[in-house]
Structure formats: structure tokens, C-alpha cells
């Protein structure tokens, strides 16, 4: 099993960066694939970035370009860089663990509690 811990957040202002941290208990951390998730006040929750356990990632396009998801297993730890934020980027951002469990199917089983990013001059 995995338990996830975020944190990082705090105010900025726009055109600021921030720098999340997700880490992870247990010693088979770097079998998992890991997804930041946001969500913002009155929002759904919206997929951020993924990096799978072979170090592959993906964003969406809202934050492509600025974000940046990185890992060190060796620290058992899920970076999300965030740059050049914005007001919308306010949001409780939490990551998201799952081992592959067949093809591309993955069993997403282990969320952290979130930590709060408030963009605002």
C-alpha cells in the first residue's frame, strides 16, 4: 500500500512559481504511475499532469507549457513545478497513485489530502 502526502502550496502572485511536493510511503513507489489533480471553488476536479512509473508524462492543456511533473524515487517523491500561475490556477491540488495492472489500465487506489494554491495580487 501507499500513502500520499502533498505539500508546497501557499499564496503567489500571478506570474509567480510554486513548487508541489507528493510523497509517498512505501518501498515500491517506483512501480506506480502518479496524477495531480486541481480543484477549484465551485469547479470540477480537473487532471493536471501524469507521470507514469517509466518517467512518461503528460498535461493538460491548460497548464502545458508552464507545469512540469517530475519524479524521484529515490526520494519516493512526485514534484509539480508550476510556473507563471495565474488566478485560475487557484485550486486544492492533490495527487493520485495506481500500479498498471494490465495494458494500459491502471488501478488509481491512493490519494493524498490536498494542499492549496491561491494565486492573487
Known amino acids: 500500500q501507499v500513502q500520499l502526502v502533498e505539500s508546497g502550496g501557499g499564496l503567489v502572485q500571478p506570474g509567480g512559481s510554486l513548487r508541489l511536493s507528493c510523497v509517498a510511503s512505501?518501498?515500491?513507489?517506483?512501480?506506480?504511475?502518479v496524477r495531480w489533480f486541481r480543484q477549484g471553488p465551485g469547479k470540477e476536479r480537473e487532471l493536471v499532469a501524469t507521470?507514469?512509473?517509466?518517467?512518461?508524462?503528460d498535461y493538460s492543456d491548460s497548464v502545458k507549457g508552464r507545469f512540469t511533473i517530475s519524479r524521484d524515487n529515490a526520494k519516493n517523491t512526485v514534484y509539480l513545478q508550476m510556473n507563471s500561475l495565474k488566478p485560475e490556477d487557484t485550486a486544492v491540488y492533490l495527487c493520485?497513485?495506481?500500479?498498471?495492472?494490465?495494458?494500459?489500465?491502471?488501478?488509481?487506489?491512493?490519494w493524498g489530502q490536498g494542499t492549496q494554491v491561491t494565486v492573487s495580487s
Open positions: 512505501g518501498h515500491t513507489f517506483s512501480s506506480y504511475a
Open positions: 507521470i507514469s512509473s517509466g518517467g512518461g508524462t
Open positions: 493520485n497513485a495506481g500500479l498498471l495492472v494490465v495494458s494500459s489500465f491502471y488501478s488509481w487506489r491512493y
